[in-house]
């Protein structure tokens, strides 16, 4: 197998099931990534693990140098990655405790670094981006879904915005009507840094809230935070059954 990534998110910011067998804290043109990589073991394969917001989970979606951990990664030999999002559902199949593999992004983010074609190469590039998730690596994730009985949906587009808030009534409303089942604040630029660095991504959404004005009451925290707790626990079961396949 091509040497795997996880990209964990919030809930997956430490990953202590993984037997460690190095840390690679490497720098790169683009500054520090989020953290030291954990080059790890899983089922047998050696994986990466970097988690997103740092491993105290203290940087907030717009601040995370994703050119730095996407460049870290392909540094240490990646070709796959499998991304961990915690999002908020739009979809009405979609609610709380659910899984997602989303096949589409719908990009609302502003000022952050999202490229690395950035005027210094020789040319301008333009990577193809008309189907940002590896359709492979989808449908591996899709069959332990289902043999492992899970929750789930096979497709999504995840709308990505800018935070760290959450969204009002009205954006979401509006998300919905642009054909988004799914919100994050993450999801960008990550996958698209991936595809400029040919590196096969595909995301595991996990649904930890209803998306804001979805139900009447606000979105509670405490409840969010228990659904993560419980989404994490079955993401990493699935990650297991991937890793060991
Ligand atoms: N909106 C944006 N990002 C999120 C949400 C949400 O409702 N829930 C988890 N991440």
Not at 82 to 102: D, F, Q, R, S
Not at 140 to 153: E, K, V
Not at 209 to 233: K, Y
Request: hydrophobic share 40%; net charge negative; with cysteine.
């Amino acid at each position: 197998m091509a040497r795997l990534a996880i990209v964990g998110g919030t809930g997956l910011s430490q990953y202590p099931e993984l037997q460690r067998v190095d840390n690679a804290a490497l720098d790169t043109p683009y500054g520090a990534p989020s953290a030291a990589a954990l080059i790890g073991r899983l089922g047998g394969h050696e994986v990466v693990f970097l988690p997103r917001h740092g491993e105290g989970h203290t940087l907030p979606p717009h601040r995370i140098n994703y050119r730095a951990n996407l460049w870290c990664l392909q540094q240490l030999g990646v070709k796959k990655i499998l991304a961990v999002n915690a999002v908020g559902g739009i979809h009405p199949a979609m609610g709380p405790g659910h899984l997602c593999i989303p096949d589409q992004i719908i990009d609302y983010t502003y000022g952050r670094e999202h490229t690395f074609a950035d005027g210094t190469a020789k040319t301008v590039q333009h990577i193809d981006f008309s189907y940002p998730y590896d359709p492979v690596a989808r449908q591996i994730l899709i069959r332990q879904l289902t043999a492992l009985q899970m929750p789930y949906s096979d497709f999504g587009v995840y709308g990505c915005t800018q935070g760290p808030r959450l969204e009002s009534a009205a954006e979401i409303r509006r998300l919905a009507a642009d054909g988004c089942d799914l919100v994050g604040m993450t999801g960008m630029p990550e996958a698209a840094l991936a595809r400029e660095l040919e590196i096969d991504y595909v995301s595991i959404c996990m649904v930890v809230n209803w998306a804001a004005g979805i139900e009447a009451a606000p979105i509670d925290m405490a409840d969010l935070m228990r659904t993560l707790e419980n989404c994490t626990r079955e993401v990493k079961r699935l990650i297991a059954a991937v890793a060991g396949a």
